[in-house]
Nanobody, 113 residues
């Protein structure tokens, strides 16, 4: 059974930083691409960043230069380092195994003063 457990969300002031983690189990983690999506109230779930099994990363234009996705195959974990956070980054952030229907439960990120 595939499980994806996100952590690291919370309330942060504009300009602050957070690091999200997603621990995966039940999959061959090292051979799968992983991704982070986010969904704000009343909006669709959109891709934030993705990383291939080989470590190649891609980002949404809105987060380029501020967010960094990385993975630790020894720990079956994917990370999202978020710097210079803005109020428009407020959303529930979800971890996924790319090209599958496996999703985590989501973690709330709120950027507000």
């Amino acid at each position: 059974q595939v499980q994806l457990v996100e952590s690291g969300g919370g309330l942060v002031q504009p300009g602050g930083s957070l690091r999200l983690s997603c621990a995966a189990s039940g999959i061959s983690f090292s051979i799968n691409g992983m991704g982070w999506y986010r969904q704000a109230p009343g909006k669709e779930r959109d891709l934030v960043a993705a990383i291939s099994s080989g470590g190649s990363a891609k980002y949404a234009d809105s987060v380029k230069g501020r967010f960094t996705i990385s993975r630790n195959n020894a720990k079956n974990t994917v990370y999202l380092q978020m710097n210079n956070l803005k109020p428009e980054d407020t959303a529930v952030y979800y971890c996924t195994v790319t090209r599958t229907d496996h999703w985590g439960q989501g973690t709330q990120v709120t950027v507000s003063s």
